[in-house]
């Protein structure tokens, strides 16, 4: 969002090195009140701006409610904005990730690889335990939900 290396907001702060005197001190230069939000962002006049415009195009959603998005976690173990979340609407390939070429020997070895289906494993059980298929459909249904 802008390209910023952060976005600074008084609903964190104080952190990141900034007070709560340096917070206080902010508040009463720009005579904001507890009730208000104050964003800070340091960078080119470009890059400020175009991030300025991405917090208040926030704002607005977030009247809406929480806007749906893809988020990265960052080793801080805080996160940060990544790209939105796809819609219905998604009519295009997934740009982040490269298309995987799959030749006929790969499909091969997957589909030689692949576990029984329900239906197949609902009849085995039946079969091997000697199970009515109410039984066995509740133990099959254990076991999906609940895999070891």
Same mark, same amino acid.
């Given at each position: 969002?802008?390209?910023?290396?952060? +976005? &600074?907001?008084? /609903?964190?702060?104080?952190?990141?090195? +900034?007070? /709560?005197?340096? #917070?206080?001190? #902010?508040?009463?230069?720009?005579?904001?009140?507890? =009730?208000?939000?104050?964003? $800070?962002?340091? /960078? =080119?006049?470009?890059?400020?701006?175009?991030?300025?415009?991405? !917090?208040?195009?926030?704002?607005?959603?977030?009247?809406?409610?929480?806007?749906?998005?893809?988020?990265?976690?960052? $080793? /801080?173990?805080?996160?940060? &904005?990544?790209?939105?979340?796809?819609?219905?609407?998604?009519?295009?390939? =997934?740009?982040? !990730?490269?298309?995987?070429?799959?030749?006929?020997?790969? $499909?091969?070895?997957?589909?030689?690889? #692949?576990?029984?289906?329900? =239906?197949?494993?609902?009849?085995?059980?039946?079969?091997?335990?000697? $199970?009515?298929?109410?039984?066995?459909?509740? +133990? #099959?249904?254990?076991? +999906?939900?609940?895999? &070891?």
């Amino acid at each position: 969002m802008g390209k910023v290396g952060g +976005i &600074f907001h008084t /609903d964190e702060l104080p952190a990141y090195g +900034i007070s /709560d005197e340096e #917070l206080s001190s #902010l508040k009463k230069i720009v005579e904001a009140t507890d =009730e208000d939000a104050i964003v $800070l962002v340091a /960078d =080119e006049k470009q890059a400020v701006v175009a991030a300025l415009n991405a !917090v208040l195009d926030r704002a607005k959603m977030a009247i809406k409610g929480v806007p749906t998005e893809t988020r990265a976690a960052q $080793l /801080d173990g805080t996160t940060r &904005f990544s790209r939105p979340r796809p819609g219905a609407a998604r009519m295009y390939p =997934e740009t982040d !990730v490269p298309p995987v070429v799959i030749d006929s020997n790969r $499909l091969q070895q997957v589909t030689n690889e #692949l576990p029984p289906s329900p =239906e197949i494993k609902l009849m085995e059980l039946i079969k091997k335990y000697n $199970l009515n298929e109410k039984l066995a459909s509740q +133990i #099959l249904s254990i076991r +999906i939900s609940r895999p &070891f």
